[in-house]
């Protein structure tokens, strides 16, 4: 029986060993291992691929959101408009700076916030949108911005499974007033650790990060707010600088094992596989088909039988679990996805067999 597993990087690293171990031991060597020169010119790289004026390192994609909503003046009793149908950090976040997460319903074919329902959770303590572009496609950033604009709210952007996916040919994360980036292993450009950065274009905003993210201080021991221990570590800069340079490559051999599975899987009764906008540049951090009819779980489970694992990203939206409930709402797309979606193994230099066999198998699956 083969074993699949959900993502393997041992390609990559295989691929970038002998740069990634020289620049390992560089640091090493080096002594310099908090806020040192690669974390320095990381910020710099990734800023300029990004097309932003300031990149701030930050301990973890969580972290890059918590900061970002507090240097944006989010806090106790505000209101932000945000998806229900996403890790519980985009959440945890806002509940963490004080402010109120507010779910509205999706967009069933992207799996991202519904725009076009914000208008509509605008209240007067409203004060920020927070989109998530889910799996590696983009969020309606056009019509998210234009609400913005209206409701005078800050957009903040959770970009930790996009990290060079676009819109209308612009890097995701630099359209709102910040975007926020995970670098855990398994993300597109991943670390060999946590790891995070915020991107933003307004000045004030990189401040406050920067002071934020080492204990509220700009000079040692002086210390103008309550802050964090959030740097990015050394070492991950030195391991993502050598990974970015290829994320273009990386990114477009996804869209090629995507593409691929397209073609498996497109005439399946019962699969839906993913939907790419004509003006979104996918980055397939997830490959996640529907499977409906509620045969989800029965897949899934034969497919485990069979040493193919995948998962389920997200069986319990935001507003069913115990910390967010109370609002007692129904969000019918956001519940549908939930009951329906399956992300399949995906990784750059996925090998044509391990898709056919996967196909091979859920045809078999849906028809038991």
């Known amino acids: 029986m083969k074993k699949i597993q959900m993502l393997d990087l041992s390609p990559e690293v295989k691929l970038l060993w002998d740069k990634i171990n020289k620049a390992i031991q560089e640091v090493v060597l080096s002594g310099q291992f908090i806020l040192g020169p690669n974390v320095k010119a990381f910020e710099q790289e990734a800023a300029n691929y990004l097309g932003v004026k300031h990149a701030v390192g930050v301990n973890s994609g969580t972290d890059a959101l918590v900061i970002s909503l507090r240097a944006a003046g989010i806090g106790p009793g505000d209101e932000v408009i945000?998806?229900?149908?996403?890790?519980?950090?985009?959440?945890?976040?806002?509940?963490?700076?004080?402010?109120?997460?507010?779910?509205?319903?999706?967009?069933?074919?992207?799996?991202?916030?519904?725009?076009?329902l914000i208008e509509n959770a605008v209240t007067t303590r409203t004060k920020a949108v927070l989109p998530v572009h889910l799996y590696g496609h983009a969020a309606d950033m056009k019509t998210i911005l234009a609400q913005a604009e209206k409701y005078r709210l800050v957009v903040v952007e959770d970009v930790a499974q996009a990290f060079g996916a676009e819109f209308k040919g612009k890097k995701?994360?630099?359209?709102?007033?910040?975007?926020?980036?995970?670098?855990?292993?398994?993300?597109?450009?991943?670390?060999?650790?946590?790891?995070?950065?915020?991107?933003?274009?307004?000045?004030h905003m990189a401040e406050t990060a920067r002071m934020l993210r080492a204990h509220g201080s700009t000079k040692r021991y002086y210390h103008e707010v309550i802050g964090y221990n959030s740097r990015l570590d050394e070492i991950q800069a030195a391991v993502l600088r050598v990974k970015?340079?290829?994320?273009?490559?990386?990114?477009?051999?996804?869209?090629?094992?995507?593409?691929?599975?397209?073609?498996?899987?497109?005439?399946?009764?019962?699969?839906?596989?993913?939907?790419?906008?004509?003006?979104?540049?996918?980055?397939?951090?997830?490959?996640?088909?529907?499977?409906?009819?509620?045969?989800?779980?029965?897949?899934?489970?034969y497919l485990a039988g069979q040493g193919i694992e995948t998962r389920?990203?997200?069986?319990?939206?935001?507003?069913?679990?115990?910390?967010?409930?109370?609002?007692?709402?129904?969000?019918?797309?956001?519940?549908?996805?939930?009951?329906?979606?399956?992300?399949?193994?995906?990784?750059?230099?996925?090998?044509?067999?391990?898709?056919?066999?996967?196909?091979?198998?859920?045809?078999f699956a849906i028809n038991l």
């Open 82 to 116: 945000t998806t229900p149908f996403t890790f519980f950090a985009t959440a945890e976040s806002i509940s963490r700076v004080g402010a109120i997460p507010v779910f509205i319903d999706i967009d069933p074919k992207t799996f991202n916030l519904d725009p076009g």
């Open 244 to 301: 970015l340079p290829e994320l273009e490559r990386s990114n477009e051999k996804r869209r090629q094992v995507a593409r691929r599975y397209n073609d498996l899987l497109d005439d399946i009764p019962g699969i839906t596989t993913p939907y790419e906008a004509p003006c979104a540049k996918h980055v397939y951090h997830q490959y996640t088909v529907r499977i409906s009819d509620g045969k989800r779980d029965s897949v899934q489970k």
């Open 172 to 203: 995701l994360g630099a359209a709102g007033n910040a975007g926020c980036y995970s670098f855990f292993p398994s993300k597109v450009l991943g670390a060999f650790g946590d790891g995070g950065l915020i991107a933003t274009n307004d000045d």
């Open 312 to 363: 389920v990203h997200y069986p319990v939206p935001l507003h069913k679990l115990p910390v967010y409930r109370g609002n007692r709402l129904i969000l019918s797309k956001v519940e549908q996805a939930a009951a329906e979606v399956l992300s399949l193994p995906i990784w750059p230099d996925m090998e044509n067999e391990l898709q056919d066999y996967i196909a091979d198998m859920i045809k």
